[in-house]
T-cell receptor, first 114, second 117 residues
């Protein structure tokens, strides 16, 4: 079945450490996105990519980095510069660069900083 | 930039009662509108979407929404809810992002629907 796979589902990190969240899709979608979800704040866009080897900052990109070397993969690195990284992270994809905006989501990764 | 307001953070309702979850958005020349549902510790699933045409949109699980351009609203309704409808519901608006050209969804803060037996 086609879909989006995020790993790990749960991740614990010590302060000062970088951590990378994986996102893989087999839907043949051009566009991929990373959102951060905090209670009561909805989803906030971190980064998005419309084509391979290109990506754009979203509304809260500071302290995060991404790469898009393959169409299927869009990993997110949470760096030590991110001041409050504990959150639920959602990866999504869409057809054709998001013209209609309809997104397909992974199951999410919950990051906890100890 | 687009903004989306979900007026209620939590909506409690009894099983088999009707429900309306409210959503308003900031005006734009052209927008696409969506409702998504999220069950605990899961990703979001699309309930329904408005792209063009009829202002009344029907989705999965018996939900429907009405696009009202003059009031910039896209309220979600269900005539009779079930316990299994208990979840977080997000309204989203897709419009051209600040970088131009592409349509990137902006999400509301979510409404928690709690269905009591």
């Amino acid at each position: 079945d086609g879909g989006i796979t995020q790993s790990p589902k749960y991740l614990f990190r010590k302060e000062g450490q970088n951590v990378t969240l994986s996102c893989e899709q087999n839907l043949n979608h051009d566009a991929m996105y990373w959102y951060r979800q905090d209670p009561g704040q909805g989803l906030r866009l971190i980064y998005y990519s419309q084509i391979v080897n290109d990506f754009q900052k979203g509304d809260i990109a500071e302290g995060y980095s991404v790469s898009r070397e393959k169409k299927e993969s869009f990993p997110l690195t949470v760096t030590s510069a991110q001041k409050n990284p504990t959150a639920f992270y959602l990866c999504a994809s869409s057809i054709g660069g998001g013209v209609t905006g309809e997104l397909f989501f992974g199951e999410g990764s919950r990051l906890t900083v100890l | 930039a687009q903004s989306v307001t979900q007026l209620d953070s939590q909506v409690p309702v009894f099983e088999e009662a009707p429900v309306e979850l409210r959503c308003n958005y900031s005006s734009s020349v052209s927008v696409y509108l969506f409702w998504y549902v999220q069950y605990p510790n899961q990703g979001l699933q699309l309930l329904l979407k408005y792209l063009s045409g009829s202002t009344l949109v029907k989705g999965i699980n018996g939900f429907e929404a009405e696009f009202n351009k003059s009031q910039t609203s896209f309220h979600l309704r269900k005539p009779s809810v079930h316990i299994s409808d208990t979840a977080e519901y997000f309204c989203a608006v897709s419009a051209s992002h600040a970088s131009g050209g592409s349509y990137i969804p902006t999400f509301g803060r979510g409404t928690s629907l709690i269905v009591h037996p």
